[in-house]
């Protein structure tokens, strides 16, 4: 496809509670970011993929999260046993080249909405 | 850990007047990258620099990157409500796998 699309939407989960969330990234992209936005502003960064192989994971919590992306699957982000501190709107972006190139411009999905109670 | 922080934090301006936005780092970056992002919606790119001293040009916006490659800059000109919306830099280093995003300003800008 021509944008990136993030399912769902909008995801509740109780404490304790499996979350999974899903991206599939522009037709032809090779690299797949995940974030996550906090308090409106501040956007960490997780995990990114080249292709199907991991790239960069120093800043996945690694003990409840992990994610995946699998040749003609969208990519997914799985938190297992939410807590209360992962309410945040979780950003996928896809780019043709890897991060440092002149020509690298992320495009960013809708982002999916995990409210936590 | 490399951290991007931007400055103001929040701006509340008149439709009208200039404003500068400034992304500061100890690290350096071999790009940097502007986005605005609105609300409900995922960040877009407004721009790219690559070199040390570039400056690029968006219609009103000039976007500036330091010489030694640590530091970008973001001016409006003539600042419209549509302006409104946080502004986000990100910076890539060579050798690294991902994208270190500002601290984020938000403006608004009132008619």
């Known amino acids: 496809g021509e944008e990136v699309a993030q399912t769902p939407k909008h995801l509740v989960r109780g404490e304790g509670q499996k979350a999974k969330l899903y991206c599939a990234p522009i037709k032809g992209h090779s690299y797949v970011f995940w974030y996550q936005q906090v308090l409106k502003n501040e956007f960490k960064f997780l995990i990114s993929f080249q292709n199907e192989n991991v790239f960069d994971e120093t800043g996945m919590p690694k003990e409840r999260f992990s994610a995946k992306c699998l040749p003609n699957s969208p990519c997914s982000l799985e938190i297992q046993a939410t807590k209360l501190e992962d309410s945040a709107v979780y950003f996928c972006?896809?780019?043709?080249w890897g991060p440092g190139l002149a020509g690298s411009e992320q495009f960013f999905g809708p982002g999916t909405r995990l409210t936590v109670l | 850990t490399q951290l991007l922080e931007q400055s103001p934090q929040f701006l509340s301006i008149q439709e009208g007047e200039n404003l500068t936005v400034y992304c500061n780092s100890s690290s350096v970056f071999s790009s940097l990258q502007w986005y605005r992002q609105e609300p409900g919606e995922g960040p877009v790119l407004l721009v790219t620099?690559?070199?040390?001293?570039e400056v690029k040009k968006l219609k009103r916006l000039t976007f500036q990157f330091g010489d030694a490659r640590k530091d970008s800059s973001l001016h409006i000109t003539a600042a419209q409500p549509g302006d409104t919306g946080l502004y986000l830099c990100?910076?890539?280093?060579?050798?690294?796998?991902?994208?270190?995003f500002g601290t984020g300003t938000r403006l608004k800008v009132l008619a």
């Open positions: 972006a896809s780019s043709q």
């Open positions: 990100a910076g890539a280093t060579s050798g690294t796998y991902k994208y270190i």
């Open positions: 620099v690559v070199t040390g001293g």
